[in-house]
């Protein structure tokens, strides 16, 4: 019964660890895979306050400065650098600006983005998300949102106007229609040749943006902070622009770490009263044990032993319930996402409830090697 009870609670740790990480898996993919994960700007303009003698007191109605679509300086030279650091996967140049989109009597605003298409794909897989078309955005083509596609009536083939104020409005086809899953980003987005865009925005040679990857996603804050400090550059993070999210993924996580700690101290328990009540139940057994020359060391092996058995064998059913458990939610659930079962889950699971055996076991363990042999062997 101990053993099934064991089982039981491995299944549903296993299960639930599985079932969270899968979801946070899932949310974390929705959310980065259409966004990068460190982004580098220009700092915001400030204005300049001409200084005053000291103890002079000088009062100034302020209105902040109102910014406007610049290059980063010495920008070839930072992507050079960057590309030489090993935590970072991806780095792509883009410039980005404002725009209007006609055709006919329709008109959207959109927000152009000029892009290396070899970089930018280490980015965002475009090509995972195509619908129609085909991937291209050279010599006047560009890529556009579906909800764009929908809102402006246009497909593959059609021609549209874009206006940036900067310079004559340009025609331009549509080579391909994606589809990000984010409905702001497929009403706005615009990608485009990355020469093409400066020329519209009449940044000529310049990019207002660097995009990066970096391999492991939760250190982008403090990778972010360090290359920001180095470059001298506004830079963001994925974990500060998206602090609600990293506040609900926490506390997933902190719920399944209490889940965990209070089905394993369950388990112990249960394994400590079984020991217990065996240590009564075989106490003339042990007595004649320690009469015939068992040692108290070698008493206490055999109950540590048993606890340990008993939450190895019940780790191992656990493990088999929990796989049958991740297969029936697999096929027969919602479908909102898919669970893997890492193999390092399994084998801390296993390892947690030997453990606890072992622990569970120690206090009637040890019980049974203080024992005193006559007293054990007169015992009823």
């Not at 993919?29 to 400030?46: C, M, S, Y």
């Not at 086809?173 to 009449?202: C, H, K, P, T």
């Not at 700690?261 to 139940?281: D, K, M, N, P, R």
């Not at 991740?326 to 947690?352: D, E, H, M, R």
Request: glycine residues 8%.
């Amino acid at each position: 019964m101990i053993t099934i009870g064991v089982a039981v609670g491995v299944a549903v740790i296993v299960f639930v660890s599985a079932l969270i990480q899968g979801l946070q898996a899932n949310v974390i993919e929705r959310t980065l895979g259409t966004q990068a994960h460190i982004r580098l700007l220009q700092p915001d303009e400030v204005n300049r306050l001409v200084p005053v003698p000291e103890g002079v007191v000088q009062f100034v109605n302020e209105d902040k400065r109102a910014q406007r679509l610049r290059s980063i300086n010495n920008w070839q030279q930072i992507v050079a650098a960057l590309d030489e650091r090993t935590e970072l996967t991806a780095v792509s140049p883009i410039v980005s600006g404002p725009a209007l989109v006609l055709r006919g009597e329709a008109i959207s605003s959109v927000a152009l983005v000029g892009i290396t298409l070899e970089r930018y794909q280490q980015i965002v897989p475009l090509q995972d998300y195509m619908v129609s078309g085909r991937l291209s955005i050279g010599a006047d083509e560009v890529l556009i949102g579906s909800q764009l596609a929908q809102d402006l009536g246009v497909r593959v083939g059609s021609k549209i106007r874009l206006d940036t104020g900067q310079q004559e409005s340009r025609v331009v086809n549509i080579a391909g229609i994606f589809e990000l899953g984010v409905r702001e980003l497929d009403a706005r987005y615009v990608y485009l040749d990355l020469r093409q865009a400066q020329s519209m925005l009449g940044l000529i040679g310049g990019v207002t943006v660097i995009d990066l990857r970096v391999a492991d996603i939760f250190t982008a804050e403090s990778i972010a902070q360090s290359i920001g400090r180095l470059t001298q550059l506004r830079s963001e993070s994925w974990i500060m622009t998206n602090s609600q999210l990293m506040n609900a993924l926490s506390a997933q996580s902190l719920s399944t770490n209490m889940i965990i700690v209070f089905v394993g101290i369950s388990v112990a328990f249960g394994i400590a009263s079984v020991l217990s009540v065996s240590v009564v139940q075989r106490t003339r057994e042990i007595g004649i044990l320690r009469a015939t020359g068992a040692s108290q060391q070698q008493i206490l092996r055999v109950f540590l032993l048993q606890g340990a058995l008993f939450g190895l064998f019940g780790s191992i059913f656990g493990v088999a319930a929990s796989y049958a458990l991740v297969w029936v939610f697999n096929t027969f659930g919602p479908g909102l996402f898919y669970i893997p079962v890492a193999q390092s889950l399994i084998v801390a699971a296993v390892s947690l409830a030997t453990i606890t055996g072992v622990i569970a076991a120690a206090i009637p363990a040890r019980r049974a090697a203080q024992l005193d042999p006559v007293e054990a062997i007169r015992y009823v």
